[in-house]
């Protein structure tokens, strides 16, 4: 079976969590603090805080901007679902944004007509743009837009680790950049996330959050909030240190698997990805003509012993967003981010995908569709 996605998993990574299950400092420790630095260097930004999950991640950054009831958050309808759900989580109200059909990515004119026609009584104060699979959204529009309505901006950069938008990274625009390193992302630590920040006092909120409220002090220590535990292990925070040294060159096999791919499906009558610059190739998903059950192109694409997968959810579509916000899920019917969740499919993308798989996964798909 070809897998849809494959961590990278060396003796480089084997030997990073050996040696800190030995050490037996298995929670929060050195390794994390390092990965923090590490990553903040990396990424270019002054503070990286890391969590349990991409989900933790985003969690905790609305919590710390203070978004609750009463509130209203722009979101796109076309994501992994916990982008949305942590809208809800925190009892605030998603406001749902259709995509563009190239880069599967929400953009500023999309979002300012959705602010400009917001008529409800929760008050819209932040944008939640997402870097879907990778692809880089437009901050320099979406931060003008921002800064235009007087919103906060929180990037849900859970695909976009090395993604660049105009050389900078993904994730260092907004107050807040979020990250996963779940198995299906470039850069993994089995389970994890981070958050990529510049306001050192957010960074420590997020800090006394992610660690059950707490906060030491000469006394020892005390409980000044009501905590989650959000934090990463100290042998994830090893695997994660491990891989980063190493992932630039990773994005650059990516970049060329994705090219190998736009050239054998050429004749091939699926809609591509834009190849935007800056893009990380999280995921290569391309659109199926409307003659397609895509659901069936999937199954035989497993008999060929071919992993393919949804790309992502039309959140829209969804029995819970359906049945909380009926009108709204009505006005989006038929939108572009629905079209790209039935037709969609994501193809197989992974750092050791060889060109020989790809030419095969290119005539299996080329014979099922045509
Ligand atoms: C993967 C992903 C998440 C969730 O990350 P987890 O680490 O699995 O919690 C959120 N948003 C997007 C866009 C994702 O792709």
Same mark, same amino acid.
């Given at each position: 079976?070809?897998?849809?996605?494959?961590?990278?998993?060396?003796? #480089?990574?084997?030997?990073? +969590? !050996?040696?800190?299950?030995?050490? =037996?400092?298995?929670?929060?420790?050195?390794? %994390?603090?390092?990965?923090?630095?590490?990553?903040?260097?990396?990424?270019?930004?002054?503070? %990286?805080?890391?969590?349990?999950?991409?989900?933790?991640?985003?969690?905790?950054?609305?919590?710390?901007?203070?978004?609750?009831?009463?509130?209203?958050?722009?979101?796109?309808?076309?994501?992994?679902?916990?982008?949305?759900?942590?809208?809800?989580?925190?009892?605030?109200?998603? /406001?749902?944004?259709?995509?563009?059909?190239?880069?599967?990515?929400?953009?500023?004119? =999309?979002?300012?007509? *959705?602010?400009?026609?917001?008529?409800?009584?929760?008050?819209?104060?932040?944008?939640?743009?997402?870097?879907?699979?990778? %692809?880089?959204?437009?901050?320099?529009?979406?931060?003008? +837009?921002?800064?235009?309505? =007087?919103?906060?901006?929180? !990037?849900?950069?859970?695909?976009?680790?090395? &993604?660049?938008?105009? =050389?900078?990274?993904?994730?260092?625009?907004?107050?807040?950049?979020?990250?996963?390193?779940?198995?299906?992302?470039?850069? &993994?630590?089995? !389970?994890?996330?981070?958050?990529?920040? #510049?306001?050192?006092?957010? *960074?420590?909120? /997020?800090?006394?959050?992610?660690?059950?409220?707490? !906060?030491?002090?000469?006394?020892?220590?005390?409980?000044?909030? *009501?905590?989650?535990?959000?934090?990463? &292990?100290?042998?994830?925070?090893?695997?994660?240190?491990?891989?980063?040294? $190493?992932?630039?060159?990773?994005?650059?096999?990516?970049?060329?698997?994705?090219?190998?791919?736009?050239?054998?499906?050429?004749?091939?009558?699926?809609?591509?990805?834009?190849?935007?610059?800056?893009?990380?190739?999280?995921?290569?998903? +391309?659109?199926?003509?409307? @003659?397609?059950?895509?659901?069936?192109? /999937?199954?035989?694409?497993?008999?060929?012993?071919?992993?393919?997968?949804?790309?992502?959810?039309? /959140?829209?579509?969804?029995?819970?967003?359906?049945? $909380?916000?009926?009108?709204?899920?009505?006005?989006?019917?038929?939108?572009?981010?629905?079209?790209? @969740?039935?037709?969609?499919?994501?193809?197989?993308? @992974?750092? #050791?995908?060889?060109?020989?798989?790809?030419?095969?996964?290119?005539?299996?798909?080329?014979?099922?569709?045509?």
């Amino acid at each position: 079976m070809i897998r849809l996605s494959m961590p990278v998993l060396g003796d #480089d990574e084997f030997a990073a +969590v !050996e040696r800190v299950l030995r050490s =037996g400092q298995l929670v929060h420790g050195g390794e %994390c603090d390092l990965f923090e630095q590490e990553l903040a260097e990396y990424l270019g930004c002054r503070e %990286c805080v890391v969590v349990s999950s991409g989900t933790a991640a985003l969690h905790l950054a609305l919590l710390a901007i203070g978004i609750g009831p009463g509130d209203a958050v722009v979101v796109p309808d076309f994501t992994f679902p916990a982008t949305v759900n942590v809208v809800e989580l925190v009892g605030a109200r998603p /406001i749902l944004v259709d995509v563009d059909p190239g880069t599967y990515n929400v953009t500023p004119a =999309g979002i300012a007509e *959705a602010i400009d026609a917001w008529s409800g009584p929760e008050k819209v104060r932040a944008i939640m743009p997402v870097h879907e699979f990778g %692809c880089p959204a437009d901050m320099t529009g979406i931060t003008a +837009v921002a800064r235009q309505y =007087g919103l906060s901006v929180i !990037e849900d950069a859970a695909c976009g680790l090395g &993604t660049r938008h105009n =050389g900078k990274m993904a994730g260092t625009f907004g107050a807040m950049g979020c990250f996963s390193f779940h198995p299906r992302k470039a850069l &993994t630590t089995g !389970e994890g996330g981070a958050i990529a920040i #510049d306001d050192l006092e957010l *960074a420590t909120k /997020i800090r006394t959050f992610r660690n059950h409220g707490i !906060e030491r002090n000469a006394a020892g220590m005390d409980f000044i909030a *009501a905590g989650f535990n959000y934090r990463l &292990t100290n042998f994830q925070a090893a695997l994660g240190r491990a891989q980063l040294p $190493k992932f630039a060159g990773w994005l650059q096999q990516r970049w060329q698997l994705q090219a190998m791919y736009r050239q054998g499906l050429a004749d091939v009558p699926v809609a591509l990805p834009d190849e935007v610059a800056g893009h990380a190739w999280q995921t290569f998903m +391309v659109v199926l003509p409307a @003659y397609c059950d895509r659901n069936t192109v /999937i199954a035989r694409l497993r008999a060929a012993f071919i992993e393919t997968n949804v790309g992502a959810q039309c /959140i829209h579509c969804l029995k819970y967003y359906r049945s $909380k916000y009926p009108e709204m899920c009505q006005s989006q019917a038929g939108n572009v981010a629905e079209r790209l @969740y039935t037709q969609g499919l994501a193809l197989p993308l @992974y750092k #050791d995908l060889e060109a020989a798989q790809i030419d095969f996964i290119v005539s299996q798909l080329r014979r099922i569709i045509t």
